[in-house]
């Protein structure tokens, strides 16, 4: 239900062919004007930006949509609530899974595509706000995708988001040549093609749909690599990596106000202060160091080639499908401490435990190991997530626990790393 992460990172301005070239400084897209300055024309050839661009940021256009997208992972992690709290675990993960990654899908297409073409025009602009249109109209269809397994709101969504980013890839086409041109037209191809096989969601049996899911995931997963064969797009690392740091931001933010609601639900609702202060207390610090593990180290620096950023980008569907799962989780832990869930107290504990072990041990294989020295600082994160797990089964306890594991995980490396300093 969305295209591929171009190359770098599973999205469609960047393939994840290792073989493709970047565009020559002397080429038409080289030589883009820049949407910086004071009085641009409103309507431009969509040329591709240079990677060697100083002082690249994130746009308040691209914010907005980060803001925008999280409606929809808002109600994602909802319906998860729901169905883990009723005892329908699995059914609910299943579920929370092929939706997340339309939601992921749709953005790292969106993202990866802005690094490497944006140039802010007036046409760009109402292109992108048609795009979060489509999320709003995918977020409307979540609920209904989860309780009755209707999809026609989420494809239709999805069709409106997938509509208006190919036709993104052919105004590239129309402004460039050669390789270039190729590119864009292999991945405009690629994006319609892959929006008529998620159709099946709308006609296939429940049985067929995790199936049809699986397929289609791995067809997005293969549009940048079949578009980008010869040329690979001008993402922008530092860039890339900003959009990444800031959406992960975005969703722990949206976790935190998540928690906080059901919190404060229970408080008010059951006078249930003594059984829900740990919960409270552990989730703040599981979410506070979630936010520190991920920032410890700049990424951008290994963004070098589309072979780094392909595995970079595609892994973070689980970091921010387990970031979000985390507020999820507090809010059944929650429900079930104030009598509300029907499931156990080990099973509410794993909401929480299960996706903070999963964030952090691919945080430690996409971010970490590459900046650790020796097997102590090697070992923090993998040790930290078996303890975390671990904590599941302190009872009451579990979701505190869990936090005060997290809180000395990020001492441990505070000092390992202090003390490596002052060695050197």
Request: aromatic fraction near 10%.
């Amino acid at each position: 239900m969305t295209s591929t992460p171009a190359s770098p990172a599973a999205s469609e301005p960047s393939g994840p062919a290792s073989s493709a070239t970047s565009p020559s400084p002397d080429s038409p897209s080289a030589t883009s004007p820049s949407p910086d300055s004071p009085f641009p024309e409103p309507l431009r050839p969509l040329l591709a930006r240079g990677r060697d661009e100083e002082h690249r940021a994130a746009t308040p256009l691209e914010l907005f949509f980060d803001l925008c997208f999280v409606v929809a992972v808002a109600q994602a992690g909802a319906e998860l609530v729901h169905a883990v709290a009723e005892g329908h675990a699995g059914e609910g993960v299943l579920n929370y899974a092929m939706v997340f990654f339309a939601m992921f899908w749709a953005w790292v297409n969106f993202s990866w595509f802005a690094s490497a073409y944006d140039n802010d025009d007036a046409l760009y602009r109402v292109v992108t706000l048609i795009q979060i249109a489509g999320v709003l109209v995918f977020a409307a269809g979540v609920s209904r995708a989860f309780e009755e397994h209707d999809f026609l709101l989420v494809w239709l969504g999805y069709l409106i988001m997938r509509i208006a980013l190919t036709s993104q890839w052919l105004r590239v086409a129309r402004a460039a040549t050669g390789a270039e041109r190729g590119t864009a037209l292999r991945y405009a191809a690629g994006v319609l093609i892959c929006q008529v096989g998620w159709s099946g969601l709308l006609f296939l049996p429940e049985g067929g749909r995790p199936w049809l899911f699986l397929v289609m995931a791995v067809a997005e997963m293969c549009v940048p690599v079949i578009a980008e064969r010869a040329y690979t797009t001008a993402w922008h690392p530092h860039h890339i990596s900003e959009r990444y740091g800031l959406f992960t931001i975005i969703v722990l933010g949206e976790t935190i106000a998540a928690a906080t609601v059901a919190v404060k639900s229970g408080i008010e609702e059951n006078d249930a202060l003594d059984e829900l202060l740990p919960i409270a207390a552990g989730g703040l610090l599981i979410v506070f160091a979630a936010w520190w593990i991920y920032f410890v180290v700049p990424i951008h620096g290994r963004l070098r080639s589309n072979r780094q950023a392909f595995l970079w980008g595609y892994g973070h569907y689980v970091i921010l499908g387990a970031a979000a799962a985390i507020g999820a989780g507090i809010e059944v832990a929650v429900e079930q401490a104030v009598g509300k869930a029907h499931i156990s107290t080990v099973a509410a504990s794993a909401a929480v435990t299960v996706p903070t072990a999963l964030y952090l041990i691919t945080v430690w294989a996409l971010h970490s190991r590459y900046y650790k020295v020796g097997p102590a600082q090697q070992l923090v994160l993998p040790v930290s997530a078996l303890a975390v797990l671990a904590s599941t089964f302190a009872g009451r306890w579990a979701v505190l626990v869990a936090g005060l594991v997290t809180a000395a995980t990020v001492a441990t490396g505070v000092t390992l790393t202090t003390r490596m300093a002052r060695r050197s």
